[in-house]
């Protein structure tokens, strides 16, 4: 089923993951009426759950901790580091640890975007994709893996933290519908994704999670947020996969869930600490 391959999106995708993505205004509690101008700084961990999407017996299932730490400004750009756990049984055999690890800095005008993925799984040795990703002066990226040269990939593409300010802006404007293409440099560290995005009606009830018991969330706006992921340009197809999840008008995000197809993936938040809200840029 390509476990690995799954939980590596799961981890450092996405246009995944926690993403499977996360926070977003400087001051949770900036302007209602104008979209958030940049992303606020937060520490975060999410218990995980997998099984089986059609609950068979034997299927795939397990648990996990995804721990998650955002810095950066809106004048200094965005660092992401996540590292998650993961413990999988599949088909009634041995369990299987699996630990991913990434780190990521995004430029502050969104340009430039640099990635560093590990995986391992059990005793295997573990894998790396490491490199940089540039917007190029068309349609497109120039993409370095490592130490060999760049190299050109196809569609104009939004990087992590550009993309969820495009959401969250989309939520504050009443916009229902987006489509976009992605780019998080999971993965070969190449592929860009067609993402639509889905914004429901936004609501200021109380989250059930304690975590989310703060005072920097009391009466903010959340929104219900579904995103399809499809192979470029074909938005017709079956998607690879359908995250869902709740956004706060300062970013935070609860009640995780991601649809592989084969495989459920589920998020609670257990632990959230927001960083004070960034200076304004000289």
């Given at each position: 089923?390509?476990?690995?391959?799954?939980?590596?999106?799961?981890?450092?995708?996405?246009?995944?993951?926690?993403?499977?993505?996360?926070?977003?205004?400087?001051?949770?509690?900036?302007?209602?009426?104008?979209?958030?101008?940049?992303?606020?700084?937060?520490?975060?961990?999410?218990?995980?759950?997998?099984?089986?999407?059609?609950?068979?017996?034997?299927?795939?299932?397990?648990?996990?901790?995804?721990?998650?730490?955002?810095?950066?400004?809106?004048?200094?750009?965005?660092?992401?580091?996540?590292?998650?756990?993961?413990?999988?049984?599949?088909?009634?055999?041995?369990?299987?640890?699996?630990?991913?690890?990434?780190?990521?800095?995004?430029?502050?005008?969104?340009?430039?975007?640099?990635?560093?993925?590990?995986?391992?799984?059990?005793?295997?040795?573990?894998?790396?994709?490491?490199?940089?990703?540039?917007?190029?002066?068309?349609?497109?990226?120039?993409?370095?893996?490592?130490?060999?040269?760049?190299?050109?990939v196809d569609g104009e593409?939004?990087?992590?933290?550009?993309?969820?300010?495009?959401?969250?802006?989309?939520?504050?404007?009443?916009?229902?519908?987006?489509?976009?293409?992605?780019?998080d440099g999971s993965g070969?560290?190449?592929?860009?994704?067609?993402?639509?995005?889905?914004?429901?009606?936004?609501?200021?009830?109380?989250?059930?999670?304690k975590a989310l018991r703060?005072?920097?969330?009391?009466?903010?706006?959340?929104?219900?947020?579904?995103?399809?992921?499809?192979?470029?340009?074909?938005?017709?197809?079956?998607?690879?996969?359908?995250?869902?999840?709740?956004?706060?008008?300062?970013?935070?995000?609860?009640?995780?869930?991601?649809?592989?197809?084969?495989?459920?993936?589920?998020?609670?938040?257990?632990?959230?600490?927001?960083?004070?809200?960034?200076?304004?840029?000289?």
């Amino acid at each position: 089923m390509g476990l690995p391959r799954t939980l590596s999106v799961l981890a450092f995708g996405g246009a995944a993951l926690l993403s499977a993505k996360l926070a977003v205004a400087d001051q949770a509690a900036a302007s209602r009426a104008t979209a958030p101008q940049g992303l606020t700084a937060y520490r975060a961990v999410y218990e995980l759950s997998l099984s089986d999407a059609g609950l068979a017996a034997g299927g795939a299932g397990g648990r996990g901790r995804l721990s998650f730490n955002l810095s950066g400004s809106a004048c200094q750009g965005y660092q992401e580091i996540r590292h998650q756990v993961t413990e999988l049984r599949t088909g009634g055999g041995a369990p299987q640890l699996m630990e991913l690890r990434s780190a990521t800095f995004e430029t502050a005008d969104g340009n430039g975007f640099d990635f560093d993925f590990e995986s391992k799984s059990g005793a295997a040795a573990p894998k790396s994709v490491k490199g940089k990703a540039k917007k190029t002066g068309g349609s497109g990226l120039a993409v370095t893996l490592g130490s060999a040269k760049s190299r050109d990939v196809d569609g104009e593409a939004l990087f992590p933290a550009e993309y969820l300010k495009r959401t969250l802006a989309a939520a504050h404007n009443d916009e229902k519908i987006f489509r976009a293409k992605v780019f998080d440099g999971s993965g070969q560290g190449t592929p860009v994704l067609d993402a639509s995005t889905v914004i429901g009606k936004p609501s200021t009830a109380p989250a059930t999670e304690k975590a989310l018991r703060i005072q920097q969330l009391e009466g903010l706006r959340h929104w219900p947020v579904t995103v399809s992921y499809f192979q470029p340009d074909a938005p017709d197809s079956t998607p690879l996969y359908v995250k869902t999840y709740e956004l706060y008008e300062n970013g935070v995000v609860h009640v995780l869930k991601i649809d592989y197809g084969h495989l459920v993936v589920a998020g609670e938040m257990k632990e959230l600490v927001l960083a004070p809200p960034a200076k304004a840029c000289k």
